[in-house]
């Protein structure tokens, strides 16, 4: 590990019990349930990383004065464990939430973590809280995260920091299970800009969306997709996923990266994609495109990708002023095809020969 620094395990005296996890398990899902533990480990100037524990999921106690309320120097990351073949436990590409948190870091005038500490922190508490990942098509969400506690008025980076990982067992993130969902495009607000942090996963990105969301939600939509900054007119991502189209012959093409988040879940689906013969571009695409594009039968299929949601097939686009629908509102085979091999991966029922699949011992 890292500079020697080892994580001590003080384990719940009131840990929940099986009867009681068992049914907190039943119900299902997202976000709402929370294991037994957490990791934190701290960060003072100076000292760098230390105090480094697996101890009893609890609040948090911070000064009212404490940056993250005031500066928002906060970021996250979000990675699932899985239930394995057997008694064996699997994350998927573990390495690159590491690297994507450490970008994230920097943008946000954070500190760093070195990698082999960020993994253990994940690792320990996935094997104390073990017994909270579903069966099934479940999966035990894991969130690590780091927020600045220094309670200072300056305008400055903060001198402490606390990087914390939490779990919570989900099932399906759309509460309309893997049925394809129905998106609103915003004509009105953009979630970044160039130079801004939309490549960085801090909560402010997603705190800006929340507005656009709940236009959404009125709407009869799950999730929004955004334009540009510039010209209200390029589609970049939606509110927590990156997005794909497929075209009549099969291939596919995404948005560039730059002022989007670099998902890994994209990256996975371009790889795999790719290894299947099939051409993915990067590239601008207007909103116009694509309604003159699925009117014209040249692109057939979309769907949105993400840690929580995995591929998640677009049925119906609504916007201001209209709406149409892709194909004939169901999930493509591409869609299909990439969901199950990449799914297949995740739970160890494909076989991993690019050594994304870490196992837990």
């Not at 082999?116 to 690590?144: H, Q, T």
């Not at 799914?343 to 699949?357: C, E, F, H, M, N």
Request: proline share 4%; charged share 20%.
């Amino acid at each position: 590990m890292s500079n020697a620094l080892k994580i001590s395990h003080i384990p719940t005296d009131a840990p929940t019990s099986a009867a009681d996890r068992e049914a907190i398990l039943a119900k299902g899902g997202f976000g709402t349930a929370f294991s037994d533990h957490m990791v934190t480990i701290e960060w003072t100037e100076g000292i760098g990383w230390h105090n480094a524990q697996v101890r009893k999921r609890e609040a948090f106690k911070i000064d009212p004065a404490a940056a993250v309320l005031h500066y928002a120097q906060e970021i996250f990351e979000g990675m699932k464990a899985y239930r394995g073949e057997g008694d064996s436990v699997t994350l998927f590409r573990a390495d690159q939430n590491a690297e994507r948190f450490n970008a994230s870091a920097t943008r946000m005038a954070m500190p760093t973590i070195p990698q082999d500490l960020f993994l253990e922190a994940v690792d320990a508490l996935v094997r104390i809280d073990k017994d909270w990942i579903p069966s099934g098509n479940g999966s035990l969400y894991l969130r690590p995260f780091m927020f600045a506690d220094e309670p200072f008025l300056g305008v400055r980076p903060a001198h402490h920091f606390v990087f914390c990982v939490i779990a919570s067992p989900v099932g399906d993130y759309f509460k309309s299970g893997p049925k394809p969902v129905k998106v609103w495009v915003s004509k009105e607000y953009t979630r970044a800009a160039v130079g801004g942090t939309g490549a960085a996963k801090c909560g402010g990105n997603y705190a800006a969306s929340l507005v656009a969301q709940a236009q959404a939600y009125e709407n009869g939509c799950e999730q929004v997709v955004f334009l540009d900054a510039a010209e209200h007119k390029w589609i970049e991502e939606l509110g927590g996923m990156n997005i794909f189209f497929v075209k009549d012959d099969g291939n596919l093409f995404t948005t560039p990266l730059g002022t989007i988040l670099p998902g890994i879940t994209r990256a996975s689906l371009i790889e795999l994609a790719r290894s299947k013969g099939l051409t993915v571009e990067e590239r601008k695409y207007s909103f116009a495109e694509w309604q003159a594009d699925v009117a014209s039968g040249k692109v057939k299929e979309t769907f949105a990708c993400g840690t929580a949601a995995v591929v998640a097939s677009i049925g119906e686009v609504k916007f201001d002023g209209g709406s149409f629908t892709i194909g004939n509102g169901d999930s493509g085979p591409v869609t299909n095809a990439l969901r199950d091999e990449l799914s297949g991966l995740q739970r160890g029922k494909v076989a991993d020969t690019r050594g994304w699949v870490r196992t837990i011992k």
